[in-house]
């Protein structure tokens, strides 16, 4: 069982940055891969960026490759969203998820909104 707490959101002008943070429980966290999603208002939620156990395996969605960063610390059950350059269109609910590798996304965090003004 991992539960998921996110934390980091909130409001920031177009072209700032803002640095999301998960905190896993659970002793096998170093396991699971680790993923952000996102849902916009009136969206489906979309996939934003995941990593793998070791960290070195990362993927994103086009639309934030470049300017969002994905990162683990498995010392201390983390998984960081690093957010470069906001546009008014990342504005959403962000959500930490974790999976175990090749299966679908299991576990899910409460949601950390995310409001970027133009």
């Known amino acids: 069982q991992v539960q998921l707490v996110e934390s980091g959101g909130g409001l920031v002008q177009a072209g700032g940055s803002l640095r999301l943070s998960c905190a896993a429980s659970?002793?096998?966290?170093?396991?699971?891969?680790m993923g952000w999603f996102r849902q916009a208002p009136g969206k489906e939620r979309e996939f934003v960026a995941a990593?793998?156990?070791?960290?070195?395996?990362?993927d994103y969605a086009d639309s934030v490759k470049d300017r969002f960063t994905i990162s683990r610390d498995n010392a201390k059950n983390t998984v960081y969203l690093q957010m470069n350059s906001l546009k008014p269109e990342d504005t959403g609910v962000y959500y930490c998820?974790?999976?175990?590798?090749?299966?679908?996304?299991?576990?899910w965090g409460q949601g950390t909104q995310v409001t970027v003004s133009s």
């Open positions: 990593c793998r156990w070791s960290g070195g395996s990362t």
């Open positions: 998820a974790a999976r175990v590798p090749a299966l679908a996304w299991q576990y």
């Open positions: 659970g002793r096998t966290f170093s396991r699971y891969t």
